[in-house]
C-alpha cells in the first residue's frame, strides 16, 4: 500500500508539471492567462486521472478497451462532483462545465489512442520475435517445435 | 548442431561430451535426456469415453497450452486433451526451457507453436495456434511474457 502511494504520488507530481508546463507554454503563444484557481483546478484534475488510471489492476478481466471507457466514466463522474463542490463557492456557467469536459477529454482520447497503437506495434513486435525463436530453435539440432 | 557417435564395444564407461558456446534451452534438454531426466508428461483423456484407466506419455513439444479449469490441469495437444495430476505452478518450472510461459492465472502457453499474436480490436492481445485455437495474454502477466520472449532470445 505504501509503495501504492509513493507511485500515486510520482504520477501526479510528473502529470502536474507536465499539465502546467504545457499550460504555461501554450498560455505564452496563444497569449491567454490564467489564475490560481486555473492551476488549482489543473492540480485537482491531475489527482482524479492519476487515482482513476492507477486502479488499472482491478480492470485486469475486462478489455482495455472497456477499462478506458469505464475509467473515463469514473473520472467525468469524479469532475463532476469537483465542479459542483467549487459551484457552492463560485459561479459556474453551463459553457465553463462544457469547457473543462472538453479540456480533459480531448487529451484523454489523444492518450487513449497512442495506448491502442502501442498495443498492436508491441503486439507485431512480439509476434515477430517468437518467429525468429521458432526459426532459431528449428534450425538447431533438428528441434523443432 | 554437429552429432559425432563413436562406437566402441569395449567400453566401460559410456559418456557424453557436449560442446557449447551458452547454455541454451537446447543444451539443457541434452542435459535432462542423459541424465534420464527427459520431461515427459502423462496425462489421462480428458473425455471420460477414451479413457481406459491408463496414462499416456506425452512429449512437452506436442503440447499446445495448458489449461486450469475448476481445480483441475487440461493439457492441449493436436491429438487430444489430457488431464494432468500436476499443478500449473509445478508444470510452469518443468517446462521453461521447452517454451512454455505463463499468460494468465490459468494459462500457461507453448511459445513454439504461436502461429500469429495479434490483439482484438477489443486491445485484449491473443496467442493463436496453428490448430485453430487462440489463448489471452492477460495484462498482469505481460511483464513476465516480454521478460520470458528476452531471455529466450539471449539463450537461444
Same mark, same amino acid.
Given at each position: ?9 510520482? *504520477? ?24 490560481? *484557481? ?71 482520447? %489523444? ?35 | ?21 551458452? *547454455? ?53 495437444? +493436436?491429438?487430444?486433451?489430457?488431464? %494432468? *495430476?500436476k499443478t500449473l505452478a509445478e508444470c510452469e518450472e518443468l517446462l521453461w526451457n521447452? +517454451? ?10 507453448? %511459445? ?22 487462440? %489463448?489471452c495474454v492477460n495484462r498482469s502477466y505481460k511483464k513476465e511474457f516480454d521478460q ?9
Amino acid at each position: 500500500m505504501k509503495k501504492y502511494f509513493s507511485n500515486l504520488a510520482l *504520477m501526479i507530481s510528473i502529470s502536474y508539471t507536465m499539465v502546467s508546463v504545457s499550460a504555461t507554454v501554450c498560455n505564452i503563444m496563444l497569449g491567454g492567462q490564467t489564475n490560481n *484557481m486555473n492551476e488549482l483546478l489543473m492540480f485537482a484534475i491531475c489527482i482524479i486521472a492519476s487515482v482513476v488510471l492507477s486502479m488499472h489492476g482491478l480492470f485486469d478481466s475486462v478489455s482495455p478497451l472497456l477499462m478506458m471507457v469505464i475509467q473515463y466514466l469514473v473520472a467525468c463522474a469524479l469532475i463532476a462532483v469537483l465542479l459542483l463542490i467549487i459551484s457552492r463557492f463560485d459561479t459556474i456557467t453551463p459553457r465553463g462545465w462544457f469547457e473543462l469536459y472538453r479540456s480533459f477529454t480531448i487529451p484523454y482520447i %489523444i492518450l487513449a489512442g497512442i495506448y491502442y497503437y502501442s498495443v498492436f506495434a508491441d503486439a507485431r513486435k512480439k509476434e515477430s520475435l517468437i518467429k525468429d525463436l521458432q526459426k532459431q530453435m528449428g534450425e538447431s539440432a533438428g528441434f523443432k517445435g | 548442431m554437429k552429432l559425432n557417435l563413436f562406437e566402441d564395444k569395449n567400453i566401460l564407461d559410456e559418456h557424453v561430451d557436449v560442446y557449447f558456446s551458452n *547454455m541454451r534451452p537446447q543444451i539443457k534438454q541434452i542435459m535432462d535426456i542423459v541424465k534420464s531426466e527427459r520431461i515427459s508428461l502423462s496425462g489421462r483423456p480428458a473425455d471420460d469415453d477414451l479413457d481406459d484407466g491408463e496414462e499416456i506419455l506425452i512429449d512437452p513439444k506436442e503440447v499446445y497450452y495448458l489449461d486450469y479449469v475448476d481445480r483441475k490441469l487440461f493439457m492441449y495437444t +493436436g491429438n487430444g486433451v489430457y488431464r %494432468i *495430476m500436476k499443478t500449473l505452478a509445478e508444470c510452469e518450472e518443468l517446462l521453461w526451457n521447452y +517454451g512454455f510461459v505463463r499468460v494468465s492465472k490459468s494459462n500457461l502457453i507453448n %511459445i513454439f507453436k504461436i502461429k500469429q499474436l495479434k490483439p482484438d480490436l477489443n486491445m485484449k492481445v491473443y496467442a493463436y495456434f496453428d490448430n485453430g485455437e487462440r %489463448i489471452c495474454v492477460n495484462r498482469s502477466y505481460k511483464k513476465e511474457f516480454d521478460q520470458y520472449l528476452q531471455k529466450m532470445r539471449r539463450m537461444v
